[in-house]
């Protein structure tokens, strides 16, 4: 099979392991699903309300401009419609952003352990890769920016609040970044978690600013990861530009129909917030418990200091999974010292209190 | 704002229009929705209720290789399951089929009438699109592989049955085809419509024949076009490729359930086929009390001859549209001296069987 020589030059393995491939190598399905930063507090009800109501007109064709979400979410940004595009979430519109930016070739630059999709696609379309490494658990402005320019990146990947380390950056880090890009460098702003962020955490930055995306997603605090449905925001020019490669219908309609209301709810967003807060409080506490040191973290998910190395996280959570416990862990060192548990409900939560103990003992 | 050089010189105007754009600029609603060949008698309702119920597991990520739909349909083709790929609908298998053959001044043939987003997805990585005409109204194999030859096409795009005129060649012709493909080329097989299609449509290959890869879709006969599932069948080899470059959690969990619930409702596929085939001889009665002549349709559309041209027949659509049908038409000539009408329940029949003789004054 004679495949074009960019895909030719890929991996063809398979990059990412999701947990139902896991439960059926395991024979057994996880009693916790606590490693994919999924949200078990579930959508709004009003947003599954709407979602069921919206099969009974799933024989047609999403609206492709996602019109009525994308006004929504201009009114809710205070931003105007064309600094919206909506895309089958932050995977898919992350493909999209390297494809038009990233020639084969061109440099693109990131921290060593930041979201591996991110570096997938980039790989993906031929781009190279440049990594540095976090500081303090925290992903590196400085040293993002000075690689940058070192090697004249397109773009420059930043997560805030940070995956997998749960660690954010105060706004005005943000935005001071953007007076020193490199020439015709785009800040790639991943705010999947930015619902569960303080406020001060999220850099106030003008909707036409050319020099920043901004990357939102309904997977994470709206509870909506199985629909598939995202945003970016930036300058019209760049939304603009996507037109010209996305797939046109590529949005499920039920996803529309339930992003829409799930954004009209934002009470049920304030209680997720304060479960996610307590889910927090707890996994830090069971950590402690088990001489596992919790991370501050400004996402729904904990990373635990196994004080040690990698081997022994990597044993760690193999062990939970014995245990019926599905987490995962940063792939890179020194950030492969922890492991990332997600926040649940109360009771996948006693599934880790119950199964820590006994794993730890396994790992050693 | 600075682009990559390949998307840099692609268009940037929105190459399609749904009808709930075309809807916001009239500032009405159509009345009958027939221009986009979705299927208004709806999913089976067995696959309406599990997919209301998959809302309550919205909240995860879909399985990333749709592990359970993938099998559902390897047992429904008598293939293996790595004869299989689910992808978001047909268009995004589209887009990634092209990114996985074809690099930047790569031939690939298609015909000139053809659907519209392969062409999209052609030029959005570089590939040289290279059309032939249709002949008596259908693709031509002879053609096709003509050029192909011709160009050294890395990749020919052949519809069966065809849109948008709704005819089909029989499968041994395009059994035939296999055997005269130049070198390293791959016969990309669209069978979006093969449910409505006369068994004898249906070409008998090989699973693992590595010179074509055929395309199936939720979207049509199966009454799930919003929900964006759709899936490829091929050589073990080329599906796999796929791996190196899809978006891997991108199919919507509440489209797997859908899709894995409306393949085992086979009564209610019969029906919508059934319901098809009595919608087309009603649309072809309609056409004749106007004059108007219905082609042979093995889809879920009739292609109506106006017996003059491209500029009567977008006047015969605008005026449809003025009466709130929405219908669509062929984009080239001469198949652009038809209009296209999608198979459809009887009230919106009754609503283009009341307009169409009033479009047709308007039209002149």
Known sequence: MRFAPLPAGLPATVPFIGPEELERRRGVP?????????????PSPLAARAMREAVGQVWKYGDAPSHELTHALADHHRVAPGNILVGEGIDGLLGNLVRLMVAPGDAV????????TF???VAGFGGVLHKVP????AEDPEALLERAHATGARLIYLANPDNPMGSWHEGPVIEAMLDRLPPDCLLVLDEAYAEFAPAAAVPRIAADDPRVIRMRTFSKAYGLAGARIGYAMGAPELI?????????????????AGAL?????????????????????RIAAIAAANGLTALPSATNFVALDTGRDGDH?????????GEGVFARMP??????????ISAAPIHELDVLEDALPRAMDRAG
Chains 1, 2 share one sequence.
Do not use: K, M
């Not at 996880?30 to 579930?42: D, I, Q, T, V």
């Not at 630059?109 to 591996?116: H, I, K, L």
């Not at 917030?273 to 409080?281: F, P």
């Open 30 to 42: 996880f009693a916790a699903r606590l490693g994919a930063n999924e949200s078990a507090f579930g």
């Open 109 to 116: 630059v990131t921290s060593d352990g930041a979201y591996p």
């Open 119 to 121: 570096n997938y696609h």
């Open 134 to 137: 976090y500081r303090d658990d």
């Open 240 to 256: 603009a530009g996507f037109a010209r490669i996305r797939n046109h219908f590529g949005v499920n309609r039920i996803a529309q």
């Open 261 to 281: 209301a799930a954004l009209a709810d934002p009470g049920w967003l304030a209680h997720v917030v304060a479960e996610v807060a307590a889910a927090r409080d």
């Open 313 to 321: 996280a990597r044993a760690l959570i193999a062990a939970l999974a």
């Open 331 to 340: 792939g890179t060192a020194p950030l492969d010292r922890c492991i990332r």
